[in-house]
């Protein structure tokens, strides 16, 4: 059995956390498969937090560092990877299903003639290979893949392993490789940032989202509150986003973004298939909906029937108490 490589991600100087899952995760592979799990982590200088990877377990990283790796490109941190993995010819390569992931691991496939599952909740070690498990026809069924190629490759979604510290204090083992990779096809004008203070939605453990029920950017005010007591990211229905109420990048389903959270509160959403296909891995789904026929309850595990309007304010003056806020 080979090795697996798995690319950690990292912003404003601290370990994302699925990217810390992703490394307990391939930590534990390794010790089924009886092979090494190597952190890998691009950017500027990124040495420090390579090593932060020794907390998960692993023993072993390299910082690939260069100018041109911040900010992201997929184009340039695949071609920068390709270069590692030649070098070391891992048997497995793992990322998260984020932005970065998704855009970097297909490239990598094609490069490397290998195979690729995506967006896997469950990975384990068969017969030596990988085998992945990821949601299929919009979540409502799991399949488990098996693959043929020498190298498998897989993306897997944030939320789905626990956080497993499995050497507090250690420290993992860096080599710094510098990667000034060229031939930039594209420049990035600008970065903007998601509002401050929330997490993203792909890497939320509370998320309450809203829908055409809202009927307005200044209602969102009752979802907005409640997600600051809890400490939740706002999330919205399709319904609601091409209504102007909110921005596309709080949007959630087939369309939006794939979450996976703790507990996703859905207030005014029916529950169509295109916005169930974005959330219904998530842990604990309550629903908050004044139609007690609306399909979201069929999938919801606490369900509220009534008007939203009534409802939030009330959780949220419950919440502030309970949480002495
Ligand atoms: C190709 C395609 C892709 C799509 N992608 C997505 C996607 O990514 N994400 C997505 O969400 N949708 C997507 N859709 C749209 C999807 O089909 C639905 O139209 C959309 O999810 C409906 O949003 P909604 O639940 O907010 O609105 P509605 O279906 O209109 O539901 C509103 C709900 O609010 C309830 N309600 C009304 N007033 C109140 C109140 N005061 N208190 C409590 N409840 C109240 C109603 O009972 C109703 O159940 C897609 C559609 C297509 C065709």
Redesign the pocket.
Known sequence: MGNILFIAEHENGKLKGYSRELAGKAHELAGQAGGKAIGCLLGKEVAGLAEQLGAFGIEQAYALEGATLEPFLGDIHARALLALIEKIKPQIILASASTTGKDILPRLAMKLKAGLTTDCVDLKIEAGKLKARRPIFAGKALMDVSFNSDVQLATARPNSFPIREAGAGKKASVEKIPANVGGLRVKVKEVKQAEAGMKDLTEAEIIISG???LGSSENFKVVRELAEVLGATVGA????VDAGYISHDH??????KTVNPKLYIA??????I??LA?MRTSKVIVA????PE?PIFSKADYGIV????QILPILTVKFKELLGK
């Open positions: 829908g055409r029920a229905s399709r319904a609601a949007q959630v389903g087939q369309t939006g207030c005014g959403i029916s529950g169509a295109q916005h974005g908050i909906n004044k139609d609306a009534g008007d939203l309007f």
